[in-house]
């Protein structure tokens, strides 16, 4: 998974509470990305990161936050769990260094079910 | 409307068949076009990567993009049980941190 590491790997939590994902890469990639995957609608973005407390918004990013203090590690935050966020949450990373292409490398994913 | 449309299949095959992946899009800005191979319960994985229109061969698999039609292809030649898993076409409209559209996915399986 290209020296990209999610935790914690699988998460059950009540409505109302808060919680956080973390994403840890070794790669010393600038991009970082938060998706979520659900059936019928495949993968969405949720926020990025383009450096180091730099970053905006995607497609789904209401009630969601995210915070990137370190190149290494990304949070994603649940300020208030809702059942709507039980999902199956990607980090991805992706750096261009003077390349063409636009590849992006995904972690093992966070299985969150929120009760 | 989806930016982005993919048959969710699911799509079941005899060992050594050849399989059609197919998507369509909208957006005429799309330029970047990749393939993903996502096994289960695992993060997708890039497979095959692609710039503006044309054919691209690695291997078994031979990725096709017609702009004109805004359809993208991914052929897999003599198909293995091991290449059962959910392939997502992806795009982007350029590079330096764009964000992918993901189409949602094509379940595969192979049998042996």
């Known amino acids: 998974d290209a020296g990209i590491t999610q935790s914690p790997r699988h998460k059950v939590t009540e409505t109302g509470t808060p919680v956080t994902l973390r994403c840890h890469q070794t790669?010393?990639?600038?991009?970082m990305y938060w998706y979520r995957q659900d059936p019928g609608h495949g993968l969405r973005l949720i926020h990025y990161?383009?450096?180091?407390?730099?970053?905006d918004k995607g497609e789904v990013s209401d009630g969601y936050s995210v915070s990137r203090s370190k190149t290494e590690d990304f949070l994603l935050t649940l300020e208030s769990a809702t059942s709507s966020q039980t999902s199956v949450y990607f980090c991805?990373?992706?750096?261009?260094?003077?390349?063409?292409?636009?590849?992006?490398?995904f972690g093992p994913g966070t299985r969150l079910t929120v009760l | 409307q989806k930016e982005v449309e993919q048959d969710p299949g699911p799509l079941s095959v005899p060992e050594g068949a050849i399989v059609s992946l197919n998507c369509t899009y909208s957006?005429?800005?799309?330029?970047?076009f990749m393939w993903y191979r996502q096994y289960s319960r695992k993060g997708p994985e890039l497979l095959m990567y692609?710039?503006?229109?044309g054919n691209k061969e690695d291997g078994r698999f031979t990725a096709q993009v017609d702009k004109s039609s805004k359809y993208i292809s991914l052929f897999i030649r003599d198909s293995q049980p091991s290449d059962s898993a959910t392939y997502l076409c992806?795009?982007?409209?350029?590079?330096?941190?764009?964000?992918?559209?993901f189409g949602e996915g094509t379940q595969l399986t192979v049998n042996p």
């Open positions: 992806a795009m982007s409209a350029k590079t330096s941190g764009s964000r992918l559209t």
């Open positions: 990161s383009y450096g180091v407390k730099d970053t």
């Open positions: 991805a990373i992706s750096d261009f260094g003077g390349s063409t292409t636009d590849t992006q490398y």
């Open positions: 790669e010393n990639h600038r991009y």
């Open positions: 692609t710039y503006s229109s």
């Open positions: 957006n005429s800005a799309f330029q970047y």
